[in-house]
T-cell receptor, first 115, second 111 residues
Framework: GAGVSQSPSNKVTEKGKDVELRCDPISGHTALYWYRQSLGQGLEFLIYFQGNSAPDKSGLPSDRFSAERTGGSVSTLTIQRTQQEDSAVYLC?????????????FGSGTRLTVV | RKEVEQDPGPFNVPEGATVAFNCTYS??????FFWYRQDCRKEPKLLMSVYSSGNEDGRFTAQLNRASQYISLLIRDSKLSDSATYLCVVEFSGGYNKLIFGAGTRLAVHP
């Protein structure tokens, strides 16, 4: 597709359940980021993938969070044993490469609600 | 201290006004700089990159001062449609390239 695609767009889950969020970046984009944004707050960095390099996981808030990127394309963010504080919009962004003036394109996000 | 700091606003301005947003960043290894716009309940969208020499795109002008670690965005002749949150974004290049977002400055343009 022309843009970054995320699915599902909305997810309501019960506390304690596991969830998987999917990001399909723009074809050929080597850099992929996951962020989350709580209501009224700024974007919080979670994890970053660049090509075949080991990902930067420094933003993952706990070991319940993990992400993978298969074949340098689609990425999945998994949250195990969800908690109410995990409720947020999870945003994925991709870029052709990191660096000056390339910018990043965001998907429309997955709105996760843990009840 | 936050890595990227912005005045949260809100800035309430009338149509036609000129408004300026400022942003400071703490890491001198920062490499690239951007302004993003985020509408309510929407994803951020790239507004413009910020170059060392300063750059302009229509009514929008961005400036970078590396010595002071300071970025600005100037909007001239504000339109109602400019109402949004403006995010200052810095890319650090130490080891891993990482985008760090400011918390955003909210702009409300009124008739």
């Amino acid at each position: 597709g022309a843009g970054v695609s995320q699915s599902p767009s909305n997810k309501v889950t019960e506390k304690g359940k596991d969830v998987e969020l999917r990001c399909d970046p723009i074809s050929g984009h080597t850099a992929l980021y996951w962020y989350r944004q709580s209501l009224g707050q700024g974007l919080e960095f979670l994890i970053y993938f660049q090509g075949n390099s080991a990902p930067d996981k420094s933003g993952l808030p706990s070991d319940r969070f993990s992400a993978e990127r298969t074949g340098g394309s689609v990425s999945t963010l998994t949250i195990q044993r969800t908690q109410q504080e995990d409720s947020a919009v999870y945003l994925c962004a991709s870029s052709l490469r990191t660096g000056y003036s390339y910018g990043y394109t965001f998907g429309s996000g997955t709105r996760l609600t843990v009840v | 201290r936050k890595e990227v700091e912005q005045d949260p606003g809100p800035f309430n301005v009338p149509e036609g006004a000129t408004v300026a947003f400022n942003c400071t960043y703490s890491n001198s290894a920062s490499q690239s700089f951007f302004w993003y716009r985020q509408d309510c309940r929407k994803e951020p969208k790239l507004l413009m990159s910020v170059y060392s020499s300063g750059n302009e795109d229509g009514r929008f002008t961005a400036q970078l001062n590396r010595a002071s670690q300071y970025i600005s965005l100037l909007i001239r002749d504000s339109k109602l449609s400019d109402s949004a949150t403006y995010l200052c974004v810095v890319e650090f290049s130490g080891g891993y390239n990482k985008l760090i977002f400011g918390a955003g400055t909210r702009l409300a343009v009124h008739p």
